[in-house]
């Protein structure tokens, strides 16, 4: 946690309200790429004139497309062949993840041990939200922007922060037992509203700034907007099923999260029983066997 006698309350407050605007704007081709992915008009020629003059994103396009997952016979040499192939959420996920190894320029050591742990869960948290807005019948690419983006002002702490941190050892691991408590008292913000502020400074949609306040919200989670709740779920959703695949001895903690899924399950009607979970959980364990190579591509 963070040394509460190292930190001058008020300076600490002015630091924390300004580390958001120490971020510079995103790149203009991840705004458009933004702009393109949430227009249902959007085709593959419109993403390629926008990609093809950046060298990198071509070839992680192109990589991806040539993976295992796709299991094609010829190679993909073709940006536009690519597109088609891989579909706009994913070309989407490939530029934020860009957008982000630029803004938060994660270095060795500690500090980047706790990135790729926030980074790894985001990910999955990601395909889990996008598995749970499917059952439910629901549409589009915030689902999995939502999952990605929902703990990037734990980024923020990590890199702004680290100085004053004593132990956010638990932004590595499955469960954080009382973590955003630990943001509040110390820091005054958790890293819910220090990521809808960054998401809001860099122009993204008011809903999936909403989202990402919200995810926390499981006392109120009723009263969220479908895509909060959706959002919340998968990120219950992605935990749970990671813990039940971790080894023994999370017993205790797999029996803690499923019981705050269920009942944020029922609060919303969106989980009407086990039956449910039990689709959303094979569906989400076999999202994350096809995309384990996107995952790989995608971490920091």
């Not at 994103?57 to 073709?78: M, P």
């Not at 994913?90 to 982000?100: D, G, P, R, Y």
Request: glycine residues 6%; contains cysteine; hydrophobic residues 45%.
């Amino acid at each position: 946690m963070l040394q509460k006698a190292n930190c001058q309350p008020f300076a600490l407050h002015k630091r924390i309200s300004a580390c958001v605007n120490d971020f510079a704007p995103l790149p203009a081709v991840a705004m458009r790429i933004m702009d393109m992915v949430a227009d249902p008009d959007t085709v593959a020629v419109d993403l390629e004139s926008v990609l093809q003059g950046d060298v990198s994103l071509v070839t992680a396009v192109l990589k991806l497309a040539n993976s295992a997952f796709y299991g094609l016979r010829r190679q993909v040499i073709s940006l536009r062949h690519a597109l088609i192939l891989l579909g706009k959420t994913e070309v989407q996920s490939l530029v934020l993840s860009q957008v982000m190894f630029q803004a938060f320029k994660v270095p060795e050591g500690r500090q980047k041990a706790l990135m790729t742990g926030v980074w790894r869960h985001s990910l999955e948290c990601a395909l889990a939200t996008e598995c749970v807005a499917e059952q439910c019948g629901a549409g589009g690419s915030v689902y999995f922007l939502g999952g990605m983006l929902h703990d990037i002002g734990k980024l923020v702490i990590v890199q702004k922060f680290l100085k004053e941190i004593e132990d956010l050892e638990h932004y590595g691991r499955l469960v954080e037992s009382s973590g955003l408590d630990v943001e509040l008292e110390l820091l005054g913000y958790g890293h819910h509203e220090l990521g809808s502020q960054l998401l809001y400074r860099w122009m993204f949609p008011p809903q999936l700034v909403k989202m990402v306040l919200d995810h926390h919200s499981y006392d109120a989670i009723a009263g969220c907007e479908l895509s909060s709740q959706i959002l919340i779920l998968g990120n219950l959703l992605s935990r749970w099923v990671l813990v039940n695949r971790a080894e023994d001895g999370a017993e205790e903690q797999e029996a803690v999260l499923l019981a705050l899924l269920l009942r944020c399950g029922a609060e919303t009607k969106l989980i009407s029983d086990e039956k449910v979970l039990d689709i959303m959980k094979d569906r989400f364990t076999q999202r994350l066997e096809e995309r384990a190579e996107l995952l790989d591509m995608l971490q920091m």
